[in-house]
């Protein structure tokens, strides 16, 4: 059985109501290259956005969330997935991180993030002492 963190459930939370926010834009029947040509051409087209521009964009976005009851929710969402962050770690990196913390890394590499993992969570609320170099 899988184990997953509090932070992987609000990713997969996060991206479940992206993928609601996409059936609400009507795009959810479109082939998958095809929605992924017309997102990466949004994003083009946002980054070129005024600051007018994307308040007009934002209104019409919110006007289609309010008649949906759904914007609460997906400002929830929003909010909580942009408190987690991506990192990716060598099984190295991982074992130095683990003996920082006192902890013993395993020698199969698959465990290594579960033991990392429970070792932040044991002392969560004292900082960890990691030597830099």
Do not use: C
């Not at 964009?57 to 987690?84: F, I, N, P, Q």
């Not at 395993?106 to 002492?129: F, I, M, Q």
């Amino acid at each position: 059985m899988s184990e997953h963190t509090r932070e992987q459930g609000i990713r997969v939370h996060h991206l479940a109501n992206l993928g609601g926010l996409i059936a609400l834009a009507g795009l959810d029947k479109e082939p998958p290259d095809f929605l992924l040509g017309v997102l990466v051409s949004a994003a083009r087209e946002a980054a070129t956005l005024t600051a007018g521009e994307r308040s007009q964009v934002a209104y019409v976005g919110r006007k289609k969330l309010d008649e949906r009851a759904t914007a609460k929710r997906a400002w929830r969402s929003w909010t909580s997935a942009r408190e987690l962050h991506s990192l990716l770690l060598s099984s190295a990196q991982m074992r130095r991180m683990i003996a920082a913390l006192g902890g013993s890394a395993p020698e199969n590499p698959d465990r290594l993030s579960a033991v990392l993992t429970n070792l932040l969570k044991e002392d969560g609320s004292a900082p960890a002492k990691v030597p830099q170099r």
